[in-house]
């Protein structure tokens, strides 16, 4: 099996703290990592790869220290990396990505599966995996949480548990496809020694830029973004409460007059 | 600027006409031609094998034509004869936002039997119901529906068109969006409209909800946006008795229109919390020390007629189940109270609970970051204070209305 998994290096917004003192955030020394969701659709990926043979490439795109989360892939074990790299390519909405990222996988050439994170927490959109499937025309199948693989006739499937909230849908689409996994699909393991030392060793990472992957210049970057950034202001979380003390029926009583002059109701019986 | 098509290099061998999403591609004998129903989407542009369409100007960024496209267009999920709250939810911001920008509010249904979802959408001051009913969209496909959808997009031209942030909306937006070649802003919390310009300022937010982003669509149409479910309220229902027109459109679907197939759909039976409608919420952090101090949590609850939800230490602790989950990872809420009991107030929860109306926290970690946000702050023995709590309540007869 060919499987491409498409991966991000995102700020670590899970491990953004306030500073105790003013109330604003330590925005200062968060570390890159590779998005949490992608590492479970490496691992999603390197499983079916055991189970099935083939291989798997890793792609992303991004500026020259992105190329930091595909080392990464190679260490857990990934057998080809590729960055998208080019300064035509910055200031992408998700539609230019998708764009991007679909040039690029038209140049791979034959895949069976593509495995994306369902979502990143920096732009926390979850539209690239499914707008990647639409310019690559495969069939979607998001928030997977297991899968496997059958074949019937002369065709290949992926069978798909995807779970919409509450719903659990039992999803199955013919190859190739595209799929998003959630952090509720499996455990991602650690690099091991060799695998880091096989990661370093193996190969080279491949950068390609605009030209290489023959990217219409009006779709990608800025220029082939439909939406932009008007303004952004960062989040305070500050309210200017009341403190009060005393004993704890005091206190019981000082709850449940602020409940009264406020006109808190409950809505619901349990 | 325009898109043109080179007489010299077209083959008349129609392969571009069926990119365009507008059927504006045309064959004028052996020469494939651009319509006056060309918007400028630029889904043409790669079509050609041969390379003979074009940009006018090739580096100008692509600007459709932004003035025919008009009103704003609501997606009401449904499944299983019910319709989605959030899409409600969006009703009501879609009439202020008409009302501000002189537009009118139109909702798209699409299943299989939505009959009885349409009489219950009459009850809204909707200008047009747009009805798309065929046993093959009984239940969710994404091609079909985006196919669906798309036509509609096509055949009406709306301005905007607002999708709830489920599972679903968030499956299907972006690849209708990618149909269209328009712009799809996700999980919005605030709408406005741009009184210069007329854009929908779409603000949702980023880096795990610490940073808020204003979006705009500028030269595309329409301008898209899944939104985050229990931000707004649902409307008011007008029993002015307007008559709201129901449109059907036409659906075209064969069996090859799926690219997928649904083996089996199954509501999976877990503990249900319902913080999305709650008014009050109390909730319990890693000071509640273990899972069976809970149940001072859910006898307060009982006694407000609030729901019990838990930051995300809780949940990972296993005291409690990740339905009550609140936060970065979890829930969003909004209701009218929220008590913290034993949660520091790390930002991530914070993500999830800040908007709600008042907060009281109850940690006795005065250095705890959750009473910066507090409205009313106590710093105390949270095991000491709730039994009190929940007596006073009871003693008092502390009003609680049934409000189903």
Known sequence: MNIIVTIKQVPDTLAITVDPETGTLNRKGVPSIINPEDKNAIEAALMLKRKHGGSVTAISMGPHQAQDVLREALCLGVDRAILLTDELFAGADTLATAYTLSSAIKKIGNFDLIIAGHQAIDGDTAQVGPQLAGFLNIPQITNVVDMKISASGNHYYIEAKSKFGHLVRKVRAKLPSLITVVKETNRPK????????????????????????????????????????????????????????????????????????????????? | MKILIDKNKCTGCKKCIPSCPYDAIVMKGKLATIDERCTLCGACLEACPFDAIALSNQMEKIRMDVSSFKDIFVFIENSHGKIERVSLELLSKAFELAKVSKQKVAAVLIGDDVKSLSQELKKYNLNKIIIAEHEFLKNYETLRFTKVFGGIIKKYKPSIVLFGATPLGRDLAPRVANMVQTGLTADCTEFAIDKESGLLLQTRPAFGGNLMATIVCRDHRPQMATVRPGVFNIPTTSSS????????????????????????????????????????????????????????????AKALGAEVGSSRAAVDALWIDHEHQIGQTGKTVQPDLYIACGISGAIQHLAGMSNSKYIIAINKDKEAPIHKIADLSIVGDLFDIIPKLIKTINNTKYPITNNC
């Not at chain 1, 990217?215 to 952004?232: C, D, E, F, N, Q």
């Not at chain 1, 500050?238 to 005393?246: A, F, Q, V």
């Open chain 2, 241 to 300: 008795g307007k008559k709201n027109s129901v449109e059907h459109f036409e659906v075209e679907l064969t069996q090859n229109d799926a690219q997928s197939e649904i083996i089996e759909e199954a509501i999976e039976s877990i503990e249900h919390a319902n913080l999305a409608n709650a008014k009050i919420i109390v909730s319990g952090g890693r000071g509640m020390g273990e899972k069976r101090n809970f149940k001072l949590l859910y006898d307060l």
């Open chain 1, 190 to 270: 650690y690099t091991t020694i060799n695998g880091i030392l096989n990661g370093y060793r193996k190969r080279e990472i491949e950068c390609w830029n605009c030209d290489d992957i023959k990217a219409a210049k009006h779709r990608i970057g800025l220029i082939g973004s439909p939406t932009s950034v008007l303004k952004t202001k960062w989040v305070e979380h500050k309210r200017k409460g009341k403190t009060i003390k005393g004993s704890p029926e005091k206190i019981a009583d000082e709850i449940i007059k602020f409940m009264e002059k406020k006109e808190i109701k409950g809505a619901y019986s349990i």
